[in-house]
T-cell receptor, first 114, second 114 residues
């Protein structure tokens, strides 16, 4: 079946611009996660959704970052007034339920801030 | 509290020789453990999972891992490395307490020499 889909796959933008990253999870997966992966680094947790609610936003680096999820499905991660340090790969994952179910990852959005 | 330690940041093996990637975990509850592989410019792909069934878990592409509670380990092995196995590998722990958190190791980069 269809996996987790992320778009765009690549995004290049100028410093100061806003960007929106989209994640389409596997149908029926209630849990959705956003992570950031900088070059050669591990995964940095950003935010977790259960349904449309975000019980844990603790990983968002600053108030320039926000995310929403609608219809218990698609999620959008928005970065306002982008900075060069925001350059990274943003990964989305979904799971049937949080915790003991495996996460399924998209291929990520590679964001480059000029 | 949960934690996971991947003991080697880099591992090099010759093609056709065994692979061993080491992972130790800490969990206050019965853990769920996962191994993921990440090829360049791709998301993370699930290799295998342990969720309190058989302690020897077989995964895709000939990989397997053994859950050893007494040693708090979940090492990943493969009898014979293939060039296509060259990638980054992540060990992940969650638990059955109802938490939504997945704790990622820092990754092991596997290099396969011809």
């Amino acid at each position: 079946g269809a996996g987790v889909s992320q778009s765009p796959s690549n995004k290049v933008t100028e410093k100061g611009k806003d960007v929106e990253l989209r994640c389409d999870p596997i149908s029926g997966h209630t849990a959705l996660y956003w992570y950031r992966q900088s070059l050669g680094q591990g995964l940095e947790f950003l935010i977790y959704f259960q349904g449309n609610s975000a019980p844990d936003k603790s990983g968002l680096p600053s108030d320039r970052f926000s995310a929403e999820r609608t219809g218990g499905s698609v999620s959008t991660l928005t970065i306002q007034r982008t900075q060069q340090e925001d350059s990274a790969v943003y990964l989305c994952a979904s799971s049937l339920a949080p915790g003991n179910q495996p996460q399924h990852f998209g291929d990520g959005t590679r964001l480059s801030i000029l | 509290a949960q934690s996971v330690t991947q003991l080697d940041s880099h591992v090099s093996v010759s093609e056709g020789t065994p692979v061993l990637l080491r992972c130790n975990y800490s969990s206050s509850y019965s853990p769920s453990l996962f191994w993921y592989v990440q090829h360049p410019n791709k998301g993370l792909q699930l290799l295998l999972k342990y969720t309190s069934a058989a302690t020897l878990v077989k995964g895709i592409n000939g990989f397997e891992a053994e859950f050893k509670k007494s040693e708090t380990s979940f090492h990943l092995t493969k009898p014979s490395a293939h060039m296509s196995d060259a990638a980054e590998y992540f060990c992940v722990v969650s638990d059955t307490s109802g938490t939504y958190k997945y704790i990622f190791g820092t990754g092991t980069r596997l290099k396969v020499l011809a």
